[in-house]
């Protein structure tokens, strides 16, 4: 069973990424990052290992500005 978890964001201009907050993963654990504009369709968008309980995610912010959505997803 896998699952999903909202991500935290803060973009720090006049940077063209914003940095996703992620927290609280299980180290070990095989990660990924999707991408969404609408919340129906998701997109591949990256995948790692977490290897500590933190990990510092970059994603590219769209200009001109539009509404994007992300989601984590793992498998145990």
Avoid: M
Wanted: net charge negative; no cysteine; aromatic share 20%.
């Amino acid at each position: 069973i896998g699952g999903a978890l909202p991500l935290r964001i803060s973009i720090e201009p006049p940077n063209s990424t914003a940095i996703l907050d992620l927290s609280n993963l299980h180290i070990g654990t095989d990660y990924t990052v999707q991408l969404s504009t609408d919340l129906v369709t998701w997109n591949y968008w990256y995948d790692f290992t977490a290897y500590s309980s933190t990990y510092p995610f970059y994603a590219p912010v769209f200009y001109p500005p539009k509404v994007q959505f992300y989601r984590l997803t793992w498998l145990p």
